[in-house]
């Protein structure tokens, strides 16, 4: 993933924990700013903004848990370090 796309991934998540600034490693479901709801529009959104298909293999907290993990997620999902 690069700069401007993990920037997309960051201003994403800022917009829906109305403005609270996370870090890149921080767990977005044990700090309380994912919950099921948000969890499927960060799915969708991923799906949209990265033009990468999410089968039902893939609807694990552990790809959305962080920014850091959204990121490798897609990576593999492209195809790019370990297999999805």
Do not use: C, Y
């Not at 990265?50 to 999902?77: C, Q």
């Amino acid at each position: 993933m690069n700069d401007t796309e993990r920037e997309a991934v960051r201003g994403f998540i800022f917009q829906h924990t109305k403005g609270v600034a996370v870090r890149d490693d921080e767990d977005l479901l044990a700090a309380g700013h994912v919950n099921s709801l948000f969890a499927v529009q960060v799915v969708m959104w991923i799906e949209r903004t990265f033009g990468t298909p999410i089968e039902g293999a893939d609807l694990d907290f552990a790809n959305i848990r962080s920014l850091t993990a959204i990121e490798a997620f897609v990576d593999r999902k492209r195809g790019i370090g370990q297999p999805a």
